[in-house]
Nanobody
């Protein structure tokens, strides 16, 4: 079992930046690939970014590529999502998730990720 707690969400103007954090506890953090998903009202949960257990590899949704950066600190058992040049369409609840490092990193279907945090709200005003 892995417990995940997100933080860092809030209200920001378009063009601004936020950094989300996801603190993990439970089993060994480095055993897991990590990812961020988001869900806007009335929409399905969508993949944002993922990072491998070592931090050596990362993958991004086209909609955030070049604006968002995922990173992790295995010593602090935390994964981050740096969000720059935010747009109103980035408004959503952002979720941190984990699954075994044995599974492929590039998995945009949320059903294949095993552990989830409670989410943190990000609102971008125009």
């Amino acid at each position: 079992q892995v417990q995940l707690v997100e933080s860092g969400g809030g209200l920001v103007q378009a063009g601004g930046s936020l950094r989300l954090s996801c603190a993990a506890s439970g089993r060994t953090f480095s055993e897991y690939n990590m990812a961020w998903f988001r869900q806007a009202p009335g929409k399905e949960r969508e993949f944002v970014a993922a990072i491998s257990w070592s931090g050596a590899s990362a993958t991004y949704a086209d909609s955030v590529k070049g604006r968002f950066t995922i990173s992790r600190d295995n010593g602090k058992i935390t994964v981050y999502l740096q969000m720059n040049s935010l747009k109103p369409e980035d408004t959503a609840v952002y979720y941190c998730t984990a699954r075994s490092k044995a599974a492929p990193l590039a998995q945009p279907d949320s059903r294949y990720w095993d552990y989830w945090g409670q989410g943190t709200q990000v609102t971008v005003s125009s």
